[in-house]
Nanobody
């Protein structure tokens, strides 16, 4: 199994930046693709970004493309989501997830086998 723990969330103002971190433990982290998802109150969990096992490929939701950057450091068993130019509509609980299909860049929740507990991001206007 892979255990994932997110951190770095908080309360910020519109236009600010935050960097979320995802710490992995358990099985070899580089065997997994990583995705970030988010869930706002009353809404379904939605895809934000994904990164392949070696960081060579990335994929973003259109709503965050150009503002968010996903990255990973396999030596440290970490993944990151740098969020710039935050908007109130980015307010949500953010989750990282691991996908055993390490070459894939899936936007589908069902493709991810392991999930963290989430970290709250609140953007005020």
């Amino acid at each position: 199994q892979v255990q994932l723990v997110e951190s770095g969330g908080g309360l910020v103002q519109a236009g600010d930046s935050l960097r979320l971190s995802c710490a992995a433990s358990g099985r070899t982290f580089s065997n997994y693709g990583v995705g970030w998802f988010r869930q706002a109150p009353g809404k379904e969990r939605e895809f934000v970004a994904a990164i392949s096992w070696n960081g060579g490929s990335t994929y973003y939701a259109i709503t965050v493309k150009g503002r968010f950057t996903i990255s990973r450091d396999n030596a440290r068993n970490m993944a990151y989501l740098q969020m710039n130019s935050l908007k109130p509509e980015d307010t949500a609980v953010y989750y990282c997830a691991a996908d055993a299909a390490k070459y894939a860049l899936s936007s589908q929740r069902g493709d991810y086998e392991y999930w963290g507990q989430g970290t709250q991001v609140t953007v005020s206007s």
